[in-house]
């Protein structure tokens, strides 16, 4: 992807493999990742699968933006876990994609992230 993604630095946000239709991304979860309640919050977990999305769409010369996402939480995380969000293209139409990104710690998925993007 061009550029530099300053919020995916602020918070820690690692690329490990990106090619065109699919990125792996991973983020450590400290203090500034956390709720009221001391899990992650809702916000960091959407924010590390929209950056997977986005580096999945906009591979090489790609151009892509966000038409919808969605995400539904499965499970908590906390301080000190791991999480991995990898991204898959599920479709690839002449102006749209869509994707889906499994957000997971260990062997546990904790989000389930869908978005489609519209393609430039």
Not at 38 to 49: R, S, W
Not at 58 to 72: H, T
Not at 76 to 98: F, M, Q
Request: aromatic letters at 10%.
């Amino acid at each position: 992807m061009k550029g530099t993604d300053w919020l995916a630095e602020a918070l820690g946000i690692k690329v490990l493999e990106v090619k065109d239709g699919y990125c792996k991304v991973t983020m450590k979860i400290e203090k500034i990742h956390t709720n009221a309640l001391g899990f992650t919050h809702g916000g960091a977990i959407f924010t590390l699968a929209d950056y997977a999305f986005a580096q999945a769409c906009n591979y090489g010369d790609n151009v892509a933006v966000a038409l919808q996402v969605s995400i539904n939480y499965l499970k908590p995380s906390s301080i000190g876990d791991v999480l991995t969000a990898e991204a898959n293209r599920i479709s690839d139409g002449k102006t749209t994609g869509l994707y889906q990104v499994l957000v997971y710690k260990e062997d546990k998925t904790i989000a389930v992230f869908s978005g489609l993007a519209f393609k430039k």
